[in-house]
């Protein structure tokens, strides 16, 4: 069963509008979130990450978003811009990441047009 | 910066090839991971390790092994290889989670 769910598999976006990339947990015990960034034939980085204290978090374009009681984080760029097309992985893990592994969700390949 | 290498970018091995991937770190960290990523299942955790000499199997273990002789080390291997194994491997690499993970830049493993 999956325990992070990015339920859209693609989004394409025009150059210059806003991209809003979801994400929706199952277990309750996550506590700390982090989205990743892929390029083909690289490996993912880290882009952004918020805690379960946080609802907002932010870093220049890209702003994570986060409600607990219905379980889902957003990532938003703005403005969108045609480097940022890529895929995006969003992570959870619990007791604050002390202990355990990330748990990761399949992806969503964005697509930013000129 | 931390840095994970994984020493081929691209490989290409027979079926029933014994073929190794390896995974080196510099930042000594106590966790490592193997995952593979295929188109529309995302990243599947093969197996990790928390330190030397200890593994643990992840989602989809079946077919692999992995070694951990030194911390900055961990090694991925692929007993007898199989077309469906073809696919892009990645490693990782942690202090802990709430650090997140520092990937290397992939091993794309064609299987023919």
């Known amino acids: 069963d999956q325990q992070v769910k990015q339920n859209s598999p693609s989004l394409s976006v025009q150059e210059g509008r806003i991209s809003i990339l979801n994400c929706d947990y199952t277990n309750s015990m996550f506590d700390y979130f982090l989205w990743y960034k892929k390029y083909p034939a690289e490996g993912p980085t880290f882009l952004i990450s918020?805690?379960?204290?946080?609802d907002k978090n932010e870093d220049g374009r890209f702003t994570v978003f986060l409600n607990k009681s219905a379980k889902h984080l957003s990532l938003h760029i703005v403005p969108s811009q045609p480097g940022d097309s890529a895929v995006y992985f969003c992570?959870?893990?619990?007791?604050?990441?002390?202990?355990?592994?990330?748990?990761f969700g399949k992806g969503t390949k964005l697509s930013v047009k000129p | 910066d931390v840095k994970v290498t994984q020493s081929s970018r691209y490989l290409v091995k027979r079926t029933g090839e014994k073929v190794f991937l390896e995974c080196v770190q510099d930042m000594d960290h106590e966790n490592m991971f193997w995952y593979r990523q295929d188109p529309g299942l995302g990243l599947r955790l093969i197996y990790f390790s928390y330190d030397v000499k200890m593994k643990e199997k992840g989602d989809i273990p079946e077919g692999y092994s992995v070694s951990r002789e030194k911390k900055e080390r961990f090694s991925l291997i692929l007993e007898s290889a199989s077309t469906n194994q073809t696919s892009m491997y990645l490693c990782?690499?942690?202090?802990?989670?709430?650090?997140?993970?520092?990937f290397g830049s992939g091993t794309r493993l064609t299987v023919v």
């Open positions: 918020i805690s379960s204290i946080k």
């Open positions: 992570a959870a893990s619990a007791m604050g990441g002390s202990q355990g592994n990330l748990i």
């Open positions: 990782a690499s942690s202090l802990s989670a709430i650090y997140g993970y520092t």
